[in-house]
């Protein structure tokens, strides 16, 4: 079993649409949570880490759930600039690797 | 631009060739980290060094890897006699918490 796993999508919305997804992660003992971001063929870029109490920067929602080891990421106001690939990410509790997941493919359209 | 930058950007080499990649990371960080990707993955980790010391090394990381961190600031990452399997983005970060800022990363393909 992968240590994070994503929907792959696509998510295909149209311009100023909500759109949501998540992942989940297998170690229980994770202690820090991202989401990354992805362009075709870029560098992964932080988009934001993700507390337990969930939190929003801008236009975009983070949530943990610890129990039941899931975190999820919502886009309001759907911009065509967010079209990306969306990494989910999991540091382990004892070490400062990353543990990515494949990348949710998110497709705005005009 | 004070990012994490990476060279070369673009390698190709023929099978059995050497290979060495460099990452400079941002000057505060004392953790750098080497990432591999492949097409449709996330990044896999490969290593990471806290200041000289290499700390952690995946089991991805066969005896034909091999990376450096003199002096704690860039570092090499070195793949002796490439096959094939290697071609992937070979993606350097650094950090000084939890956060982990990417390079550009250095694309290799193997012929």
């Known amino acids: 079993r992968k240590e994070v796993e994503q929907d792959p999508g696509p998510f295909n919305v149209p311009e100023g649409a909500t759109v949501a997804f998540n992942c989940t992660y297998s170690n229980s003992a994770s202690q820090s949570f991202f989401w990354y971001r992805q362009d075709c063929r870029k560098e992964p870029k932080l988009l934001m880490s993700?507390?337990?109490s969930g939190n929003e920067d801008g236009r975009f929602t983070a949530q943990l759930n610890r129990a039941s080891q899931y975190i999820s990421l919502l886009i309001r106001d759907s911009k065509l600039s967010d079209s990306a690939t969306y990494l989910c990410v999991v540091m382990g509790s004892n070490d400062y690797k990353l543990s990515f997941g494949a990348g949710t493919t998110v497709t705005v359209r005009a | 631009d004070t990012g994490v930058s990476q060279n070369p950007r673009h390698k190709i080499t023929k099978r059995g060739q050497n290979v060495t990649f460099r990452c400079d990371p941002i000057s505060e960080h004392n953790r750098l980290y080497w990432y591999r990707q492949t097409l449709g993955q996330g990044p896999e980790f490969l290593t990471y060094f806290q200041n000289e010391a290499q700390l952690e090394k995946s089991r991805l990381l066969s005896d034909r890897f091999s990376a450096e961190r003199p002096k704690g600031s860039f570092s090499t990452l070195e793949i002796q006699r490439t096959e094939q399997g290697d071609s992937a983005m070979y993606l350097c970060?650094?950090?000084?918490?939890?956060?982990?800022?990417f390079g550009p990363g250095t694309r290799l393909t193997v012929t």
């Open positions: 993700v507390y337990s």
């Open positions: 970060a650094s950090g000084d918490s939890y956060e982990q800022y």
